[in-house]
């Protein structure tokens, strides 16, 4: 069960849905949590907030991208060179990279976008290597 931190002034959303902290998870009353003004002094940082349970949210699917196609599209670029020497430059990005049995990558992954920053990769150019 997931339940959305909310400024109770506007009703505008803090932060993401999900579990509610320890100290408030036991018998409360969907009422008690949404305005936690009645807390007592021990427990702060909830002044004009309240919890309001919100459907269970699915993960988005992450979108996979064939390393073979990173490879073609940062060739493209011209980049090739600059990436191939920060992979050598680092071994374990470097045995990451070339790990058996491992022949995508997330198009959100770290470090896939941090060797193509220090490539010098635009945005634009880290858009068009990561597109689907």
Known sequence: MSYQLKLLADMSNIGEPGPLPKVLQGSLSDADLADLSWLPPEITGYEGQGFFWVDDVVAPMRRILDKAVVHSRVSALGKLGAVWAILQSDPDLLGRWLMP???DVYADDEGLL???????????ETAEITAP
């Not at 193509?116 to 945005?123: D, I, N, Y």
């Open 101 to 103: 049995g491992r022949p």
């Open 114 to 124: 941090a060797v193509l920053a220090a490539a010098g990769c635009s945005e634009g």
